[in-house]
């Protein structure tokens, strides 16, 4: 074993191990190396003991400087509860019609119920609550099934022809296609609803169809419709009479509503938003009423 002798071929030093004649060189980890080590070693012992690092069990180490992203979000959550809190305990307490009479809580309603319109009601309704062919206009039509707060809070709750147990259920039947109507009737009376809210189509046609349409109309349609097609609020029957439509007030449309019967579907809301944000809703749909009629 000779020590300190240098190879020949790569100027290394060796280590004085020889092998059959194969010597070691002495080719030491390079520093650059070294320090790295050194240095995240010791960042990792520094973060171990201020950080919460090692899990054991269910536990783990909290870290000297105790901070914690599950409390930093929990502590967040609660301050914006805290704040949010204030006006939906107001709002939860308060029955509807003194939210109505209070500005500063309207001003609540008039912009948490636009953004919860907006994520939740807008896809079928507009986002102006317009409403669009098979989607009524909430901000100015006649209510299907009444427009006071809690008839408006229960349709949003319980939804119409929609799963809920206590669902609103309506149908306009399927007068053509189940032949309860012949064709022909079908067309009377289609003119005869169209002529209710344009005086135009009342003036061209024929008095006496116009007058077998009024009589068909009596004799199948008024039951839920009413007598002078105003509609009814427990049939959940639209007026035919205003110019507004569920499905439309042309001739193909109405003789479709008439033929294949129509079954809008609302969904029921309880579960999916809590009992304020229905409530919000409520005076949400009905304030843009007020603002646009
Ligand atoms: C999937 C589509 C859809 C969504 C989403 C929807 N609706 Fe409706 N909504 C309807 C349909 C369809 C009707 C009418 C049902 C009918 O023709 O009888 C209706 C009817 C209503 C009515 C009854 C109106 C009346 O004339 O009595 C109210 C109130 C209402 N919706 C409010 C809302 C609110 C508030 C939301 C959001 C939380 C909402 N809707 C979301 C489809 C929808
Ligand atoms: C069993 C009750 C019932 C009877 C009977 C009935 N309707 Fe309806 N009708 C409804 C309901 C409920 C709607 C709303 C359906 C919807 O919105 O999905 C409706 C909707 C309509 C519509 C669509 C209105 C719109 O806004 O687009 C027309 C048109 C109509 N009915 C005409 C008639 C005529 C004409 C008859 C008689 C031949 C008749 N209805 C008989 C319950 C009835």
Same mark, same amino acid.
């Given at each position: 074993? !000779? ?5 020949? =071929? ?19 980890? *390079? ?16 973060? &171990? ?5 090692? *899990? ?22 609660? !301050? ?6 204030? &006006? ?20 609540? /309603? ?34 299907? &099934?009444?427009?006071?707060? %809690? ?11 929609? %799963? ?14 189940? +032949? ?5 009737? /079908?067309?009377? /009376?289609?003119?005869?609803?169209? !002529?209710? !809210? ?26 839920? =419709? ?6 009814? $609020? ?42 304020? +944000?229905?409530?919000?809703? $409520? ?8 603002? +646009?009629?």
């Amino acid at each position: 074993m !000779s020590v300190g002798e240098r190879d020949p =071929h790569t100027g290394h030093m060796t280590t004085g191990h020889e092998w059959n004649g194969i010597k070691e060189l002495n080719t030491p980890v *390079p520093k650059p190396v070294w320090f790295f080590l050194v240095a995240t070693f010791t960042f990792a012992v520094i973060y &171990w003991v201020l950080m919460p690092a090692w *899990p054991y069990g269910v536990n783990y180490t909290r870290g000297l400087l105790g901070l914690d992203q599950r409390t930093i979000v929990a502590e967040n959550v609660r !301050s914006a509860a805290i704040e949010r809190s204030v &006006w939906t305990d107001r709002i939860a307490a308060a029955n509807l019609r003194e939210i109505q009479a209070d500005p500063r809580l309207m001003q609540v /309603v008039r912009e948490a119920g636009h953004a919860l319109f907006g994520d939740n009601c807008s896809v079928c309704h507009g986002t102006d609550a317009g409403g669009g062919p098979g989607f009524p206009n909430l901000a100015q039509a006649p209510f299907l &099934w009444g427009g006071d707060e %809690e008839t408006v809070q229960e349709t949003i709750r319980v939804g119409i022809n929609s %799963e809920h147990p206590e669902t609103r259920v309506s149908q306009m039947l399927a007068f053509g296609r189940d +032949q309860m109507l012949a064709r022909d009737d /079908v067309k009377r /009376v289609a003119t005869y609803v169209r !002529s209710l !809210s344009q005086p135009e189509i009342a003036s061209m046609a024929d008095k006496d169809e116009l007058a077998a349409g009024a009589q068909l109309f009596l004799d199948n349609c008024a039951a839920c =419709h009413g007598e002078n097609a105003k509609g009814s $609020t427990d049939a959940g029957a639209p007026d035919l009479t205003d110019r507004f439509w569920v499905y439309g007030g042309d001739e193909t449309t109405v003789t479709a509503s008439i033929h294949g019967g129509r079954m809008g579907q609302m969904p029921s809301w309880e579960g999916r938003l809590s009992d304020v +944000q229905r409530k919000l809703l $409520t005076l949400y749909v009905l304030d843009l009423r007020t603002r +646009q009629q």
